[in-house]
């Protein structure tokens, strides 16, 4: 029977050994983890056995096309690569006190929460003096591993319950911030825009340009057509984010549909406008995410007081009521189909 690991056995565990379980994950290879570490092969096998004796389990096996993860290994890769990316942040913080003190803190958004939230917190937290922002955009579920690594301090965007399943759910702490709507949006003098008593069917012939089938903002395009008994429209072109099919929208004449919020600066400066249709779909949940014990952090602490902070000043523009050209207007007469 394997005796257990206790916090005296993992006294022995050096930072090189967790750099070598990180490259055999990625390479596959003795060969190559040595060339990384800069040591023989010979010396890595040893290195590698030292590991797994002092866990009490395989991690990798072998073979003559060379290692992969086993069972074990794929569960205990996660803490690893999240100790490595602490320590690449503990270094950073070291020479950020060398220099004086400031902070940098890393976010991770999803891209229609760069269009209206970023630019109103990263204003917010200069007044603070000593902390910066390196801000991220990608799908939620990238940002969200990119966190439990480390490699981001919060994340502001979807959180889903298939993303929950697993041991995630133990390693985060997320609060709702608002929900957020879908709107159909045209360049500001698409035709489409002087029809009255507009319906979903008057939207079949459009040329349309969206996100990719993936996506959240496709899923819900499919949802409102399919709700009201009708085909979805296949786009004339696909694009990787919302901001590009708002560009495009603002500019051609093609559709597109997008979260509220991230039109909003579009709408303002007179770019685009919101079809008077209501988008019948499921209304987006965004969350502000940190690993559990990030509210120990003062600076991390800061940060989540200031974006709940920027949310509830703007209470009035996360509720959907911008209609056509920016103006405000009821969603309540919309006729659906």
């Not at 866990?55 to 205990?76: H, I, M, P, Y």
């Not at 959240?216 to 499919?222: L, M």
């Amino acid at each position: 029977m394997t005796a257990p690991l206790t916090l005296a056995a993992l006294g022995h565990l050096k930072l090189r050994h967790l750099r070598l379980l990180d490259l055999l994950a990625r390479h596959g290879t003795l060969h190559r983890a040595a060339a990384q570490l800069h040591v023989s092969q010979p010396a890595v096998t040893g290195m590698l056995n030292d590991i797994e004796a002092l866990f009490g389990v395989r991690l990798f096996t072998r073979s003559r096309q060379g290692v992969a993860l086993s069972a074990a290994g794929t569960n205990l890769l996660g803490p690893v690569r999240t100790l490595l990316n602490e320590f690449e942040a503990l270094q950073e913080r070291v020479e950020e006190a060398r220099a004086g003190g400031s902070r940098t803190l890393r976010i991770g958004a999803v891209p229609h929460v760069f269009a209206w939230l970023l630019p109103r917190l990263a204003e917010r937290m200069a007044e603070s003096g000593n902390i910066a922002l390196q801000a991220f955009d990608g799908p939620s579920p990238t940002l969200l591993d990119l966190l439990l690594e480390g490699k981001l301090d919060c994340v502001i965007g979807r959180v889903t319950a298939d993303w929950l399943l697993g041991d995630a759910a133990r390693q985060i702490h997320f609060e709702p911030l608002y929900e957020e709507t879908m709107v159909f949006v045209a360049g500001a003098s698409h035709p489409v825009l002087k029809k009255r008593r507009l319906r979903y069917s008057d939207l079949i012939t459009e040329s349309w340009v969206l996100p990719t089938r993936a996506s959240t903002t496709r899923r819900a395009f499919i949802e409102a057509f399919l709700h009201n008994g009708l085909t979805p429209p296949n786009p004339k072109l696909e694009t990787s984010s919302f901001l590009y099919n708002v560009t495009v929208a603002a500019t051609s004449s093609m559709l597109t549909l997008a979260p509220r919020t991230g039109t909003l600066p579009y709408q303002r400066q007179g770019l685009i406008a919101l079809l008077d249709l209501r988008v019948d779909a499921t209304p987006m949940a965004v969350n502000l995410v940190t690993r559990t014990n990030a509210s120990t952090d003062p600076a991390i602490a800061a940060l989540i007081d200031t974006v709940r902070s920027v949310v509830t000043q703007n209470a009035m523009s996360l509720t959907p009521g911008e209609g056509r050209a920016g103006r405000e207007t009821s969603q309540a007469s919309r006729t659906p189909s």
